[in-house]
Nanobody, 121 residues
Framework: QVQLVESGGGLVQPGGSLTLSCAAS????????MDWYRQAPGKQRELVAG???????RYADSVKGRFTISRENAKNTVYLQMNSLKPEDTAVYYC???????????????WGQGTQVTVSS
């Protein structure tokens, strides 16, 4: 059993900052990739930022220069530092991890329950 638990969401004014955390726990052999997605009302879920186990990162164009993804491998935790937040960043943010539960199985994707981020004055 694998669990991803997000935290850190909330209400923030435009221009403000938030840091999201996602901790993976359970039967984990190796985490290959950890990503942050978001879904706004009426819109499809979209990739915000991702990080491989080797440290390579990728970002959506809409958040480049404002958001930073980082990982703490020893804690199986990924963070999303969000600065200069805009109303259009309002969404439910989800953590996704591509991981192996044992050395002999293929990796699978797991999702967290999501955390709400609202940017409003």
């Amino acid at each position: 059993q694998v669990q991803l638990v997000e935290s850190g969401g909330g209400l923030v004014q435009p221009g403000g900052s938030l840091t999201l955390s996602c901790a993976a726990s359970g039967s984990i052999f190796r985490i290959l990739q950890m990503d942050w997605y978001r879904q706004a009302p009426g819109k499809q879920r979209e990739l915000v930022a991702g990080m491989t186990s080797g440290g390579s990162t990728r970002y959506a164009d809409s958040v480049k220069g404002r958001f930073t993804i980082s990982r703490e491998n020893a804690k199986n935790t990924v963070y999303l530092q969000m600065n200069s937040l805009k109303p259009e960043d309002t969404a439910v943010y989800y953590c996704n991890a591509n991981l192996q539960t044992t050395a002999s199985v293929l990796s699978s994707a797991y999702w967290g329950q999501g955390t709400q981020v609202t940017v409003s004055s």
